[in-house]
């Protein structure tokens, strides 16, 4: 599925179904541009998981939402080297139901078998501004890249801890930035700034 | 670190670092017996989060805590092939805070730098009973298998959906059982039975 062309040479070991395979784990394209499904994320490098987020203080409380974020493993073993993320880097945000009360957990959230949406974040220099910001309606879909234009793109830059992406929501990887010297001058002003309630 | 008389043959790649080596990912006893931490769970297959589960319906609904659950990769590409876990398998709940308002997000909760307990179950026929609980209180310190008098091995025994592992909880697997019928009796008498509110 990789086009040669532009995936590039980031060959590295994954391992998907019953086999080690070499194979690149970047993205993926059509010849017309679209960005392929990445269809082995889960088996690719954690990142975290957050519940409930929300940018802004709008929202309806009452709708539980978990996401999950995965980077591909060359961009995750990158970044433990340098603080930051190399060339086509695909982040994946994976959006699940929160059910409560199911089988014997009585508190709390536990996460739908359903998938409620696919986003994915991709550093290529071949793209516009560097970054670009693909949504998956279905696996078998590819994706257009959204607009430039779009606000996800002006939040990135504005609030992001590392080169566009929120890294102060990674635990594992925030130290490694800080170590690094790699955060951002726009995260580092937010965070020597007063808090505001 | 890995002891060859208890570790066994299931070499496997596994990418740590910046290289990718061939090592055994099961589990590392010292020689009296006791588990070593299992240092590149992060990089292990990821499962699901929950959040604040409970098992009771006791507990501080104010203590907020997410359990991120990772399984070894031998594992994790065993049981998509057969529904169930082979020897050797390695089940890692690593337990962070959950932090509500951090940067940007005004809502819900993002995962806290700080982990807070690493809890482990095990798959060896070596140990009595065939699976074993091991709770580290620190990343340099081997920890004992938990009595098996405890009330964690009668719990996942009588409640476990796949064998005596909460796979009712891992959104990507459940699937997997089902089509392969390795859902166990206790589990599927539960889901038969009419709720209980």
Known sequence: ?????????????????????????GPSYTPAGLMNYPSD???????????????????DPNHHMFD?????????????????????????L????????????H????QSAEVMGVEVHVKDKALPGGW?????????????????????YSCHEMHAAVDTTFVQFYPTLLPIAKQKGTLSPEYLKEISAPAKN
Chains 1, 2 share one sequence.
């Open 1 to 25: 599925m990789v086009r040669p062309l532009v995936a590039g040479v980031l060959a590295s070991f994954v391992w998907v179904g019953n086999s080690t395979t070499s194979a690149a784990d």
């Open 41 to 59: 994320y889960r088996q690719w490098a954690y990142l975290t998981t957050g519940l409930n987020m929300n940018y802004t203080s709008a929202g």
């Open 68 to 92: 999950n974020v995965f980077v591909n493993p060359s961009a995750y073993r990158s970044f433990l080297q340098t603080g930051t993320w190399p060339d086509k880097t695909v982040i994946v």
């Open 94 to 105: 994976e959006v699940r139901g929160a059910e409560s009360k199911s089988s014997i957990n």
């Open 107 to 110: 508190r709390g959230h536990t």
């Open 132 to 152: 670009g910001f693909f949504g998956f309606d279905d696996k078998h879909t590819p994706a257009k890249m959204v607009d430039r234009s779009e606000s996800c």
